[in-house]
C-alpha cells in the first residue's frame, strides 16, 4: 500500500516562504514522478509544479514560475514556496505517478497516489 504524507503548511504572511515535504510510505519516492497540486475553496484542484522519476526534468504553473521550486532526495519531495501572495492560499497536495515515462506529470488525470493535502494560508 503506498501512503503520501505531506507537511510543512501553515500560516504565513504576504512575501513569507514555507517549505512542504512529501514523504513516499510503500515504496522509494525514485520510483514515481511527482508533483504538487493545490485547491482553492470553490475551485478546481490545479497543477503547481512536478518532477520527473530521473529527476533531469521539472514543470511549473505560470502563476508560481520563479517562487516556487520542486525538489527530491531519496527519501522526500519538496516544495520550496517564496514570495508567497494571498490567492497561493489553498490545500496544497502531493501526488505521485507510476507510470514509467520520464515526463512531468501535469494533470490530476495523471497521478496514481495522493496525499491527505496541508493548508497553506497567506495573509495579506
Known amino acids: 500500500q503506498v501512503q503520501l504524507v505531506e507537511s510543512g503548511g501553515g500560516l504565513v504572511q504576504a512575501g513569507g516562504s514555507l517549505r512542504l515535504s512529501c514523504v513516499v510510505f510503500?515504496?522509494?519516492?525514485?520510483?514515481?514522478?511527482m508533483g504538487w497540486f493545490r485547491q482553492a475553496p470553490g475551485k478546481e484542484r490545479e497543477f503547481v509544479g512536478g518532477?520527473?522519476?530521473?529527476?533531469?526534468n521539472t514543470a511549473y504553473a505560470d502563476s508560481v514560475k520563479g517562487r516556487f521550486t520542486i525538489s527530491r532526495d531519496n527519501a522526500k519531495v519538496y516544495l520550496q514556496m517564496n514570495s508567497l501572495k494571498p490567492e497561493d492560499t489553498a490545500i496544497y497536495y502531493c501526488?505521485?505517478?507510476?507510470?514509467?515515462?520520464?515526463?512531468?506529470?501535469?494533470?490530476?488525470?495523471?497521478?496514481?497516489?495522493w496525499g491527505q493535502g496541508t493548508q497553506v494560508t497567506v495573509s495579506s
Open positions: 518532477i520527473s522519476r530521473n529527476c533531469y
Open positions: 510503500g515504496r522509494t519516492v525514485s520510483s514515481y514522478a
Open positions: 501526488a505521485a505517478d507510476s507510470s514509467p515515462r520520464y515526463s512531468v506529470p501535469v494533470t490530476t488525470t495523471s497521478m496514481d497516489y
